[in-house]
């Protein structure tokens, strides 16, 4: 593999009747027409793993039958282990099944102990899957490992930066992204920098990366899973057209892409058609059961006055956190948010505060603030709040429903000023951001009032 340092492509900006996509307002020609991989599905998984790309589902699938016939009949070749291990993390990511993490742990362990000296591909094997698990601090652990035996090879800075960024540590994302962009350029590397300058509040420049990531994307895979990317981009500032267009557009390349399915369920809910959202999510939990996606679509029907189906999906998603627990996962997270507001909000505290000391993100902290102030600890709830939505202490992402949380804990204190500030903001970042969520700002909002012009400046 070529690990020396290339020159950064030039974006194609073309305008044509067929195969344009809308990426951050700008017509981008996507390379569908490439001349056709006549590569076996396995060597073009391999290709895909090796190179740190999102590969198909088939290809995946076909990748580790391959290996597998080969280690039956090698069982001491530790790259094949490693490799065998690395489609398995990648499986069990896409279709969101932890089964497949467990398999990938006893190959790469495998790997490991065939070849325990100087086994860097095993290495960053066991990064991706504590990356997969939730393990923020085993994932840089593992990565930090590969990358003193080889510090050249440029597939460890995306694992190390998913890590940084999952630990809250953005500057040392930031650091490792500057040496990925030193060793190498191309779609993959773009696509890591657009999920930084997003971590940043950077959008537009995030918008720009993806567009040059898709524009340059080598397989339908990797270009849908760009795409998708894109989409969240698009969902996050409440263009609900224009995440569609990505999301649906990213299903069109890939059919096995759940997260833009889960995305369309979003974008199509925010713009009323509410049928159609619903199908959008039950295919996307048929075919990649993120207990998230089980929330969002439990809140769904929560708006819609259909408390006994919300009721069913949050059984689902109390259902994919023990499995993926039993295998070795973390979704303390999603737990917490989700007992915060409809379950128990003390056990969420708990949950979220052992979560905080392990990987104190920007995530985490806004989860934590939000279910300490459900447990009445309003004080010591908005100091977390702030620090999700301060960029001077971290917090650079532009989340509504962080700036939203902030607001209504700022209004339970009696600072009116900045409760009225902060609902406004979450609701002009994307006034779509929740089908709950959003009626409960703008009551808030209402009943917050105009300030008094004869009480004078408002302290914040």
Not at 388 to 396: F, H, M, N, S
Not at 432 to 449: C, D, E, K, T
């Amino acid at each position: 593999m070529d690990d020396t340092p290339r020159q950064p492509g030039r974006r194609v900006l073309l305008a044509s009747v067929a195969g344009c996509a809308a990426l951050g307002g700008v017509l981008v020609l996507l390379p569908w027409e490439r001349a056709a991989d006549t590569r076996e599905p396995a060597a073009r998984a391999l290709a895909a793993v090796t190179s740190g790309v999102p590969a198909a589902l088939p290809d995946l699938g076909a990748l580790v039958e391959e290996r597998g016939r080969h280690l039956r009949r090698h069982p001491r070749d530790a790259e094949s282990w490693a490799v065998l291990g690395a489609a398995r993390v990648e499986q069990g990511r896409r279709l969101a099944d932890p089964a497949y993490w467990s398999r990938a742990e006893k190959a790469l362990r495998t790997s490991l102990e065939v070849r325990p000296e100087g086994n860097a591909r095993a290495l960053r094997g066991l990064a991706a899957l504590a990356n997969a698990r939730r393990d923020f601090a085993g994932a840089r652990r593992w990565a930090e490992a590969a990358r003193r035996l080889e510090p050249r090879r440029w597939t460890t800075y995306p694992l190390l930066i998913e890590a940084c960024a999952g630990l809250g540590d953005h500057e040392a994302a930031g650091r490792m992204l500057d040496r990925l962009t030193g060793l190498r350029s191309g779609p993959a590397v773009r696509a890591r920098a657009a999920a930084v300058y997003r971590d940043r509040g950077w959008r537009e420049d995030a918008a720009a990366q993806l567009a040059d990531a898709v524009s340059g994307a080598g397989r339908p895979a990797e270009r849908a899973a760009y795409m998708e990317q894109a989409g969240q981009l698009a969902w996050e500032r409440g263009d609900r057209e224009d995440a569609l267009r990505h999301f649906r557009e990213a299903v069109r390349i890939d059919p096995d892409q759940g997260a833009a399915r889960a995305g369309q369920g979003r974008a199509l809910a925010a713009l009323g058609r509410t049928t159609e959202s619903l199908n959008a999510y039950r295919l996307a939990l048929a075919e990649q059961p993120r207990p998230e996606y089980a929330l969002e679509l439990g809140e769904l029907y929560a708006s819609l006055g259909l408390p006994r189906a919300a009721a069913a999906q949050y059984d689902v998603l109390r259902d994919r956190v023990r499995l993926a627990a039993a295998h070795g996962a973390d979704e303390d997270l999603v737990l917490g948010r989700f007992e915060a507001d409809h379950g128990d909000a003390r056990a969420a505290v708990r949950r979220l505060r052992a979560e905080w000391r392990r990987q104190p993100s920007t995530a985490v902290a806004d989860a934590l603030g939000w279910a300490l102030h459900r447990t009445g600890r309003h004080e010591e709830a908005l100091g977390l709040a702030v620090r999700a939505t301060d960029g001077t202490r971290g917090g650079g992402v532009r989340s509504a429903l962080y700036v939203f949380h902030r607001g209504m804990i700022e209004r339970e204190l009696g600072r009116d000023g900045a409760a009225r500030r902060h609902l406004r903001e979450a609701l002009q970042i994307n006034p779509y951001f929740s089908p709950l969520l959003v009626p409960r700002a703008r009551a808030a909002l209402a009943r917050l009032g105009e300030p008094s012009v004869q009480a004078g400046p408002e302290v914040s």
